[in-house]
T-cell receptor, first 115, second 116 residues
Framework: AQKITQTQPGMFVQEKEAVTLDCTYD???????LFWYKQPSSGEMIFLIY??????QNATEGRYSLNFQKARKSANLVISASQLGDSAMYFC????????????FGKGTKLSVIP | ETGVTQSPTHLIKTRGQQVTLRCSSQ?????VSWYQQALGQGPQFIFQ???????GRGNFPPRFSGLQFPNYSSELNVNALELDDSALYLC???????????????FGPGTRLLVL
């Protein structure tokens, strides 16, 4: 079974500052993928970034980067230069195992960007 | 490129009724997954459809059922609605690939179901 833990129910960040959202995971699968999604109040889950378990480098997508520490089973999302539009719920998720397409999500972190 | 669409956006039903939710996958995708998101929680996997067959199921009772059509669109049916079925139902589409970023699922805007 896979498990995602997000320990920060809510976070505040000043506009233009960087923020780190924590995510730890647990799995027995040797191959897995880690994802971050953003969910505004409208409800749609927006894909942000992906990290494969065998990827040697940390993933980056624009202002988003993933701090992947495999030995510690952590996959923290770093948002640089926060913008007001970044205020939303953020979910860490994973899949894994051959033929596994099911995503397991954490409970999410609510990020509020302060002007 | 057309994204994932879902209908209806909102729905109100009473306990014991049946409901059908619809999803059109993103162009080029052949796999559809459904998730239930209760208030304040992360989404929970219901099931996935590939080649018009159920291909993986989460911890949901048989009264949750689905269909996938030849054009890869999908339906989620819930019978004998219970109050706890009130949630946001999300549909996600993806392309059937072996591994990697290609497994990324892209979500629709969801259907908010309220059971009274």
């Amino acid at each position: 079974a896979q498990k995602i833990t997000q320990t920060q129910p809510g976070m505040f960040v000043q506009e233009k500052e960087a923020v780190t959202l924590d995510c730890t995971y647990d799995t027995s699968d040797p191959s897995y993928g880690l994802f971050w999604y953003k969910q505004p109040s409208s409800g749609e889950m927006i894909f942000l970034i992906y990290q494969g378990s065998y990827d040697q480098q940390n993933a980056t997508e624009g202002r988003y980067s993933l701090n992947f520490q495999k030995a510690r089973k952590s996959a923290n999302l770093v948002i640089s230069a926060s913008q007001l539009g970044d205020s939303a719920m953020y979910f860490c998720a994973m899949n894994g195992g051959a033929g596994s397409y099911q995503l397991t999500f954490g409970k999410g972190t609510k990020l509020s960007v302060i002007p | 490129e057309t994204g994932v669409t879902q209908s209806p956006t909102h729905l109100i039903k009473t306990r014991g009724q049946q409901v059908t939710l619809r999803c059109s996958s993103q162009s080029g995708h052949n796999t559809v997954s459904w998730y239930q998101q209760a208030l304040g929680q992360g989404p929970q996997f219901i099931f996935q459809y590939y080649r018009e067959e159920e291909n993986g199921r989460g911890n949901f009772p048989p009264r949750f059922s689905g269909l996938q059509f030849p054009n890869y669109s999908s339906e989620l049916n819930v019978n004998a609605l219970e109050l706890d079925d009130s949630a946001l139902y999300l549909c996600a589409s993806s392309l059937r690939v072996a591994s990697g970023r290609g497994k990324t699922q892209y979500f629709g805007p969801g259907t908010r179901l309220l059971v009274l």
